[in-house]
């Protein structure tokens, strides 16, 4: 045997079993997010894992102490966080709603009156209220390859934010219609793979059927569809089954347009909302939270295999994150001798109406909220010729005096910088946008809700924040980490890889940890 063969067999055994190079850019980047999915469900139902949730949570870069970092944590701002890294006090995006005092009315995060709902009647939305760039953004401004993007959800915020204000599409669901629909800030109608998917009525598919447990066809079942009536639709959509019908949107989407298959990168924001509707209704504790969690697991899975066909999963870079956790239901926890309870949004807005009416006189003291955080009425206290800092100090003390709450701030000490610096006071701060903001910002102690039933998020606390932030495919390792992460990191990272632009309001930094 020659010398030249030794060293070809030498180089031959170094490189077997080596993985090989990834691909330079990947066709598709495949952005998921799973509505109000904490981080402990990757543990609590591990072992009933063995699609999708398990490829992510064994072949990716697991972050298991990632954070969101802003308050409140709500799904408006989780998804305008996702792709564009940016916090409230940047991006614009103070809540799921707020009041506009220009338009002097309440908005959501997506309201736009200059569009129109394409797929069904009434007013459409869009990112214009979004001040920031996402990864989407970025990649279509570099000037290379056309880049196509298109986000999907049940909710409109879900799809909208993802993909800023340059997506070429977004898609979410109508549950008066059963349609999938859009608005005319994309387009003027619908495109004709969409039209057909509306015509085929899938959304009635699940008429008459029963959400049973996986595995236990025979055993009790969590709810039954009803056949006929408008309102299935918003009842669909809170079962798995709403899921279910996103995933099959959103395989006719990539084959439709074509996603991944093109010059450039492209990207399919995924956000599955059932989870969060199930949540809301019966806590983290309850069987339909793991049995949702269950079918996510089997839902991906579906969703990868269709698209290894179609692109193959080496050319597709997935990111995946929740936009929010969830708090136990308050009942659960004073039967674990914990603290919580419950209290409303309409008792901490009477509450101030009544200290600002006793110290200053009758009036509408209360123009518009964002959760239990009111906006005072500025042309009634200007009227009154009342120091507006006075009034907020006032307004702010009646919460105070309200039971089982942690701090309230004004917006003037926000605007400041009168805060302390521990982490609750700095997610507050980064929830503060001078021009859009509350002028009260009000903190329960853990595990209080301002719901009367079920349970929800908003708070700067640990079971809100915390959320999973995975990395899969060959441009990642594959591993566990627990150092320190925020969601805002995504976007840094993603742009890093893409070799673009970091996002305009992004704060987070590179995960360098995770990069191959």
Sequence with gaps: MTTRTLIALFASALAFGQ??????????????????????????????????????????AVFTNAHYEHFPTVTAIGHA?????ATPSVSGIVGNEWYDRKLKKQITSVTDSDTRLLGAPGPGSSPRNLLVSTVVDELKMSGRAPTKAIGISIKDRSAILPCGRMGDAAYWFDNKTGNMV???????????????????RFADKWRGQEWKPVGDAAGKAFTRMATE???????????P??????????????????????????????????????????????????????????????????????????????????????????????????????????????RV??????????G????????????????????????????????????????????????????????LDDVVDRRVRNGYHAQRAADLFIVAEPYYLFEKSGTS????????????????????????????????????????????EVPSGATGRVLEEALR
Aim: glycine share 8%.
């Design 364 to 419: 509408k003291w209360i123009v518009g909220k964002s959760g239990p955080a009111p906006y005072l009425n500025h042309e009634l206290i200007r009227s009154k010729r009342l120091d507006p800092a006075e009034v907020r100090v006032r307004a702010a003390q009646a919460v105070r005096d309200t039971p089982h709450i942690l701090r309230v701030y004004t917006s003037d000490q926000l605007a400041n910088g009168q805060i």
């Design 182 to 200: 859009s608005s005319t800030y994309y387009f003027s109608e619908l495109p004709a793979w969409v039209k057909q998917f509306n015509d085929s």
């Design 19 to 60: 993985p090989a190079a990834p691909p330079k850019k990947p066709k598709l980047v495949l952005a998921l997010l799973v509505d109000q999915f904490r981080q402990d469900y990757f543990y609590r139902f591990a072992s009933h894992y063995n699609g999708g949730l398990h490829r992510l949570f064994t072949q990716g």
């Design 241 to 350: 089954f709403g899921n279910e019908l996103l995933e099959a949107f959103a395989e006719l989407a990539v084959t439709n347009e074509k996603l991944g298959q093109g010059p450039g990168t492209d990207v399919l924001a995924l956000s599955l909302s059932s989870n969060d509707y199930v949540g809301h209704a019966v806590g983290p504790d309850a069987p339909e939270v793991r049995d949702i969690s269950i079918r996510t697991d089997r839902l991906l899975a579906k969703l990868f295999q269709f698209l290894e066909a179609k692109i193959g999963m080496r050319n597709v870079m997935v990111v995946f994150t929740a936009d929010h956790g969830v708090a136990p239901l308050p009942e659960m926890m004073r039967s674990r001798r914990m603290p919580g309870g419950r209290m409303t949004e309409d008792e901490i807005l009477k």
């Design 81 to 85: 966080t996702y792709l564009s890294g």
């Design 353 to 362: 109406e009544a200290a600002l009416t006793e110290h200053y006189g009758a």
């Design 229 to 239: 009536g408008e309102s299935y639709y918003g009842a669909m959509q809170r079962t």
């Design 457 to 500: 998020h908003g708070t700067p606390f640990n079971y809100d924040t915390h959320v999973p932030v995975i990395f899969m495919g060959p441009w990642f390792k594959t591993g566990k980490i627990h150092r320190r992460a925020a969601v805002n990191d995504i976007a840094p990272t993603l742009a890093a890889l893409l070799e673009v």
